[in-house]
């Protein structure tokens, strides 16, 4: 991405037959919503921003003030590859305001490069890298989507018993015309299940790229006639859906996550103590859905607050990485995780784990999939449920210290709804249906 000037961008605009410009954002959830304009519009749009109804977005604002205004991120900018080359299509990301010209504290991006700055003034900065996992689902013959994968091939297989693989190969190819930065790609455990890898960039960087991965995906699952879900676990006897978020954390452009682990950095392993410290408040963030916590204690992914050197059993694991891609792999979010909201969490933990130079616990070498329960005892959980996990936001300083309280209260409020919808239902997988999978 590129901090393009705004005659740059009109240039750009005139010289590449564009017709439609999207503005695009994210509500709470990090679901993406945009407005199209006409490129007769776009000043207007840096100058003065354009109006939406907020109120009609769950989560942001109340029918008695309800305008917002979207101001395009310049260097956003990316052509959407899949739309007509003749009177193509551009999309940028906007910062919301109210109409006073202040930050609106709703808007996810300026939440993420609060906590950003915060840590930049500490000395650090922050890269993130994540690895995606999502299923794709055959259509019916009416173009609905069905619970049916698109093929039966497992983990790393290949053509033919891969059906994935030119599905995959388009999506990586579009992302890099978007300037993204996939780096591998392959099929999963499950049956039409796939993940892509993306390279290391800032915070949000990285959680702009999540966004537009997402839509990428689904469209171009359609065009090729599929349905692409990222719901965590869709199938009761198949692996879940992960994302896998990876984090460095630098000063003075050194990586202080090096190649023997944490313990060996004092600064590493307090930050990623902190993040430990506090995971069990954040998880409704990083684990939005009822269906979520499906995943968790079996097919990797993690049910106890533990961590190791490469041990994939673990909530974090130490992979055999040098150099600059020394980290830490942070294994129980989701795809359906409000990737801004995710980061913004992940860092202020890990900055008040900085703060308090938090002594990192010892590492968890065993199995923890097939341990007895003697072995175990001694480890903390994550939630079981969507309804503790909510309960635990509510009650945590942290989360009050770390984010608006007008969208925890709005996106707790609706967790709640959800977890209540499901709790009353005679038909736990209808429902679970009907407020997921035809959404995510």
């Known amino acids: 991405m590129s901090n ?29 919503k945009n407005i199209s304009i006409m490129p007769r519009e776009l000043s207007r749009a840096f100058e003065d921003g354009i109006s939406f109804d907020a109120s009609a977005v769950r989560g942001f604002m109340n029918i008695e003030s309800s305008d917002l205004l979207l101001f395009p991120d310049p260097s956003t900018l990316s052509v959407l590859p899949w739309r007509p080359s003749q009177g193509r299509v551009v999309r940028f990301f906007c910062d919301i305001r109210y109409p006073d010209g202040r930050p609106f504290e709703g808007d996810g991006r300026y939440v993420l490069r609060q906590a950003h700055e915060d840590i930049k003034r500490l000395g650090y900065s922050v890269q993130i890298g994540t690895e995606c996992e999502f299923y794709l689902m055959q259509n019916d013959e009416y173009g609905n989507p069905t619970k049916v994968p698109h093929d039966n091939a497992g983990y790393l297989d290949i053509a033919p018993l891969d059906k994935g693989e030119n599905v995959r190969r388009q999506i990586c190819l579009t992302l890099e015309e978007m300037n993204l930065r996939p780096e591998a790609s392959h099929h999963e455990n499950g049956p039409g299940q796939n993940e892509i890898d993306f390279a290391y960039s800032s915070a949000l960087h990285a959680a702009d790229n999540m966004i537009t991965f997402r839509s990428v995906v689904k469209t171009l699952a359609a065009a090729n006639g599929l349905y692409a879900s990222f719901m965590p676990k869709p199938f009761r006897d198949h692996a879940g859906s992960g994302l896998h978020i990876n984090l460095s954390l630098f000063s003075e452009g050194e990586n202080l996550f090096t190649e023997e682990g944490p313990l060996e950095n ?33 097919c990797e992914a993690p049910r106890f607050i533990t961590w190791s050197h490469q041990n994939r059993s673990q909530l974090i694991r130490i992979p055999a990485a040098r150099g600059i891609n020394s980290r830490m792999e942070l294994r129980s979010p989701d795809p359906c995780a409000n990737p801004y909201l995710a980061f913004t969490l992940l860092i202020r933990a890990g900055i008040e784990g900085i703060r308090r130079q938090l002594q990192l616990c ?25 309804k503790e996990a909510v309960e635990a936001a509510k009650h945590s300083d942290f989360i009050r210290a770390s984010l608006p309280e007008k969208t ?33």
């Open 362 to 386: 010892d590492p968890c070498n065993m199995n923890l999939f097939n341990a007895p329960h003697s072995a175990v005892r001694e480890y903390d959980c994550l939630p079981v449920n969507l």
């Open 266 to 298: 004092p600064d590493s392993a307090a930050f990623m103590m902190g993040i430990m410290n506090r995971i069990y408040d954040m998880t409704v963030f990083l684990n939005p859905l009822v269906n979520s916590y499906d995943r968790f204690g079996q």
């Open 4 to 32: 393009y000037t705004f005659r740059e961008i009109t240039q750009f605009i005139a010289e590449n037959d564009v017709k439609f410009i999207r503005l695009a954002f994210c509500d709470i959830f990090g679901m993406q």
């Open 408 to 440: 925890i209260d709005a996106y707790l409020d609706a967790k709640r709804t959800e977890w209540t919808r499901y709790a009353d239902s005679s038909n736990k997988s209808q429902i679970i249906d009907s407020l997921y999978f035809y959404h995510y």
